[in-house]
């Protein structure tokens, strides 16, 4: 897995970009996370990973440091080795006064 790598989840229309790399498997829906997909994703999304990604949001792996940012929404939730992928919060910008 390198940064800035684009990964499609074979199970659901979620299509995410790595902002920090790690040396784990990535998986949506159940499903092991590809490279290239040929044609459309099918099959189901596994019971417990269907909490779904959302565009434009970053999630993070704390115990590994992975990052990545959804650039296409789906149905299944990322996961590492089971674990289910946290949305990193934004940030809060400084006070202005």
């Known amino acids: 897995m390198k940064v800035g790598q684009r990964l499609r989840s074979a199970v659901c229309a979620t299509n995410v970009v790595v902002v920090r790399a790690a040396d784990v498997t990535l998986a949506c829906g159940g499903a092991e996370v590809v490279e290239k997909l040929e044609g459309d994703p ?20 704390a115990a590994s440091g992975l990052e990545v940012m959804c650039v296409a929404g789906g149905d299944g939730s990322l996961s590492v080795d089971g674990e289910i992928l946290e949305l990193k919060a934004a940030k809060s910008l400084p006070a202005s006064d």
């Open 42 to 61: 099918s099959g189901d999304v596994a019971p417990g990973h269907d909490g779904g990604t959302q565009l434009g949001k970053r999630y993070t792996h």
